[in-house]
Each structure stands twice: as structure tokens, then as C-alpha cells.
């Protein structure tokens, strides 16, 4: 499978870059970049520590990706909703590991994926998509007048977004778990005399310092007794090895909007 991967010469570029080498079902096809990078032209092996690939990085998108068979694609909203319509036009897959989207660029990816295969989520490890099965069933399970939800988050001080794409991921697993909907039962900032924590609402504390990959937890708090629900990431290939998978899955699907759940096999 032919990948093109954006943001190349970042972290998390050079992870996926790293991850495609490491799977003999797919190659490096493109690599891409802001057209102010100073990276254009370097060999996307060399910047990611595997030797020379013969992949030149680019700010072209359109060559790169008219003979791809997908996108990996971990850059900025705007970026992302640029690449999903040229996923859309090449009727090919674009795997999105992007945050900190608006409910705008929501609407647009959805659009897109009418005619390309989209598979969207907040994380692409297993990992974490597994803790989201299990926080939605313990959201089920535990009454909300008895059990307060708290989801706690920590990443690396570059992180622009917040809450994470991935705390919001498992916010969401715990709204529906409960069947209510997540954007008016959150609370994203408490300041000040704010009085007694009422029932029902989901908390979201955001934490942000170091080089922190990223730590998430769960909290189930009742009288007497707590329950925590927790994932730590040390390394990004986790994430990148995800993404590659969920690629090679989706290749050949039918065009749509799709999760990490579905990837997995672990439910919509």
C-alpha cells in the first residue's frame, strides 16, 4: 500500500515513517510539508534516522497523492480538511489522527468522506480504544446520582490543543455509556467559588509540561470508593503503528466515516 504521510519532519511524521519501514504490506510513497519548511527536499529516510529512502519531502500534495493508495495524516484542522478533499477527489483513504478540529471541520470531513474512506480518531493505539470500550461499560454500569467522572489528562508542553483529542475520545465513551450528550454535560474549566460539584456532569482537568507522550485516566468517584481507568503511552510508535494498521484496513473499504473501533473490531 502506498502512503503519503504529512507533517513529515515532525515527531510524529518521522514515527509513521519509521513505522511504514518497519511493515512489509506498505511503502513510503510521499512525504509532506508546510512550503516554508526547511526540510523540503531532504530524504524523509535520512530525517527519520532510517538512511536514505529516495523520497524527497515535498510541499506539493497533488502528485503525491494522484498515485497513493492513502494518507496518514497527524497535522492541523485546516491541513486536514485540505487533505481529506483531495482523499475525496483521488477516492482514497486518509487516516486522521488530527485534534483539536471545530465542529466546521467536523462537517467538512464528514463531507469528504462520502467518496474517500476516512477513518477518524482521537488515538490510534489499541490501547487506548480498548480503555474506551471499558469506560463506556463502567459509565453504563455505575449511576451517575452515585459516580462522578473525571477525566484527567497529561501531555508534553508543545500540545496545542486542549482537552486532548484523546481525553475528549474517552469523555465521549463515558457520555455514551451514560446516553447523554457530551458537549452539555462537560465541564472543561472550574476557577473561583465555584460551590458543590453537581451530579451528571463530566470533568475534564487538562495538565501540560516535559516531554509527556501522554497519560490518561478515567475516574469513577462515589461515597467511599473510587475506580480508576488508566493509560499511559511512552512512546509515539504506539500511536503510529495504529495509524499504518488502520490503513491497511482501510484500504479497499467502501467510502465513509470511520473509528478506530472499527479498525479493531471492538464495536461503532
Known amino acids: ?31 509532506l510539508e ?14 527519520s534516522g532510517l538512511g536514505p529512502m529516495g523520497v524527497a519531502i515535498t510541499a506539493d500534495p497533488l502528485p503525491a497523492i494522484a498515485k497513493a493508495d492513502g494518507i496518514i ?5 485546516a491541513a486536514t480538511v485540505e487533505f481529506a478533499g483531495y482523499a475525496a477527489q483521488a477516492r482514497i483513504a486518509h487516516i486522521i489522527g488530527t485534534t483539536g478540529c471545530s465542529a466546521g471541520d467536523e462537517g467538512a470531513i464528514k463531507a469528504a468522506a462520502q467518496h474517500a474512506t476516512i477513518v477518524k480518531s482521537g488515538n490510534m493505539s489499541l490501547g487506548v480504544n480498548m480503555l ?5 461499560q463502567a459509565a453504563k454500569a455505575l449511576d451517575g446520582d452515585m459516580f462522578d467522572i473525571e477525566v484527567v489528562e497529561m ?3 508543545h500540545k496545542v490543543d486542549a482537552p486532548s483529542g484523546t481525553a475528549l475520545l474517552l469523555g465521549q465513551a463515558a457520555a455514551d455509556g451514560r446516553c447523554i450528550e457530551l458537549e452539555e454535560n462537560s465541564v472543561r474549566v472550574r476557577d473561583g ?3 458543590p460539584r453537581p ?7 487538562t495538565l501540560r509540561g516535559g516531554s509527556v507522550v501522554g497519560e490518561h485516566k478515567v475516574i469513577f468517584a462515589g461515597e467511599g470508593e473510587r475506580i480508576e481507568l488508566a493509560h ?19 484500504k479497499g473499504k467502501a467510502p465513509g466515516l470511520y473509528s478506530m473501533r472499527n479498525v479493531l473490531g471492538l464495536g461503532n
Do not use: Y
Open 1 to 31: 500500500m502506498k502512503l503519503v504521510v504529512t507533517g513529515a519532519s515532525g515527531r510524529m511524521g518521522q514515527t509513521l515513517i519509521r513505522a511504514i519501514s518497519q511493515n512489509a504490506d506498505c511503502q513510503l510513497h510521499a512525504a
Open 34 to 47: 508546510h512550503k516554508d519548511s526547511p526540510m523540503i527536499g531532504r530524504d524523509a529516510g535520512e530525517i
Open 73 to 77: 495524516d497527524f497535522s492541523a484542522p
Open 132 to 136: 474506551a470500550v471499558l469506560v463506556e
Open 155 to 157: 501531555h508534553h508542553k
Open 193 to 195: 467559588h465555584t460551590g
Open 199 to 205: 451530579a451528571g456532569p463530566i470533568g475534564f482537568a
Open 232 to 250: 499511559i503511552a511512552q512512546d509515539r510508535m504506539n500511536f503510529a503503528m495504529g495509524a499504518v494498521r488502520a490503513a491497511l484496513w482501510a
